[in-house]
T-cell receptor, first 116, second 113 residues
Framework: EAGVAQSPRYKIIEKRQSVAFWCNPI?????LYWYQQILGQGPKLLIQ????????DSQLPKDRFSAERLKGVDSTLKIQPAKLEDSAVYLC??????????????FGPGTRLTVT | QQQVKQSPQSLIVQKGGISIINCAYE??????FPWYQQFPGKGPALLIA?????SEKKEGRFTISFNKSAKQFSLHIMDSQPGDSATYFC????????????FGEGTQLTVNP
């Protein structure tokens, strides 16, 4: 079974530029999450989708971050304009929607963003 | 209320020893407590998880101990191996939050040969 795919793996941009990350979840996983992991810290949820609807975006800095999940499969996360403090690893995860396994989240390799 | 506090920040053990990582939570509504293992350049991988209706869960060399009254849970790695060297994160979630995970700060484990 293929895991969660993310691209690009690395991105370096200057502050005030824009950037987009892509995620393809595990087939059949209706729930998709974007996390931000700052170096030396645990991941922090940015946004959660169930199918193509937003379940939780309470910690998403909406003035600069946006995310969409068209057709309930792939998702993109965008930052515009980027700030220095956005330097982090952006992780995508997915899980089943129901059943005892719905709590199990599977993470992709992440995209390491460096803002200079 | 939503925090999960993890200790120690780093841990060094000898091969064959026992590694113990502790976490404490505040929100009594949490009902799922997983541990994730993360290697450099990789995403976190689910290692083992427990629900508050049991006090212990064991899978191979990995054991979670759960103390509901103290709001604490811990990961024990028996017979630690150099390949276990990684960063370990505890986390917690509750069903009504849509399974959103709240992570601890992480423990960097080094197992010396």
């Amino acid at each position: 079974e293929a895991g969660v795919a993310q691209s690009p793996r690395y991105k370096i941009i200057e502050k005030r530029q824009s950037v987009a990350f892509w995620c393809n979840p595990i087939s059949g996983h209706a729930t998709l999450y974007w996390y931000q992991q700052i170096l030396g810290q645990g991941p922090k949820l940015l946004i959660q989708f169930q199918n193509n609807g937003v379940v939780d975006d309470s910690q998403l800095p909406k003035d600069r971050f946006s995310a969409e999940r068209l057709k309930g499969v792939d998702s993109t996360l965008k930052i515009q304009p980027a700030k220095l403090e956005d330097s982090a690893v952006y992780l995508c995860a997915s899980s089943l929607t129901s059943g005892v396994s719905s709590y199990e989240q599977y993470f992709g390799p992440g995209t390491r963003l460096t803002v200079t | 209320q939503q925090q999960v506090k993890q200790s120690p920040q780093s841990l060094i053990v000898q091969k064959g020893g026992i590694s113990i990582i502790n976490c404490a939570y505040e929100n009594t509504a949490f009902d799922y407590f997983p541990w994730y293992q993360q290697f450099p350049g990789k995403g976190p991988a689910l290692l083992i998880a427990i629900r508050p209706d049991v006090s212990e869960k064991k899978e191979g060399r990995f054991t979670i101990s759960f103390n509901k009254s103290a709001k604490q849970f811990s990961l024990h790695i028996m017979d630690s191996q150099p390949g276990d060297s990684a960063t370990y994160f505890c986390a917690a979630s509750r069903e009504t939050s849509g399974s959103r995970l709240t992570f601890g700060e992480g423990t960097q484990l080094t197992v010396n040969p």
